[in-house]
């Protein structure tokens, strides 16, 4: 029984960015007049103000659009953060586990979002 629960232990705490920070980042969305159509690498999402979590894993094209002159383009992009693979490698290297290191490889834990509000302020808006 103790070998098991240590092994469970290990093999929890070899992932521990994705169980840490996760795969996801909150990002908010604000438009200064409120009501603006948001799109999401083309998709409708919702309208301002919301916020939604997006992968951290990936890049994104945010369009946000009151009318159809009136509308702005935004780029939200992941950045990777070092620290998490650092910690990783170091607990992997220590235990010998490292197959386990591909959970947060392959889940994106090691990346963050660049940005984690977007705020359209035009005063045509």
């Known amino acids: 029984m103790k070998t098991i629960l240590i092994f469970f232990l290990l093999i929890i705490s070899s992932s521990c960015a994705t169980i840490l920070k996760g795969t996801k ?10 009501n603006a159509s948001v799109y999401i690498n083309g998709k409708y999402v919702s309208n301002t103000p919301f916020y ?16 159809s002159s009136n509308q702005k ?42 940005k984690d509000i977007l705020i359209y302020t035009n005063e045509k808006f």
């Open 25 to 34: 980042d909150k990002v908010s969305f604000i438009s200064e007049s409120g």
């Open 52 to 67: 939604t979590k997006l992968r951290s894993n990936r890049n994104y094209q945010v369009v946000m659009v009151k009318d």
């Open 73 to 114: 383009m935004f780029y939200i992009n992941r950045k990777f953060k070092p620290w998490y693979m650092v910690g990783d490698l170091l607990f992997v290297q220590t235990f010998y586990l490292s197959p386990l290191i591909l959970v947060d490889v392959i889940s994106g834990a090691w990346f963050r979002l660049d």
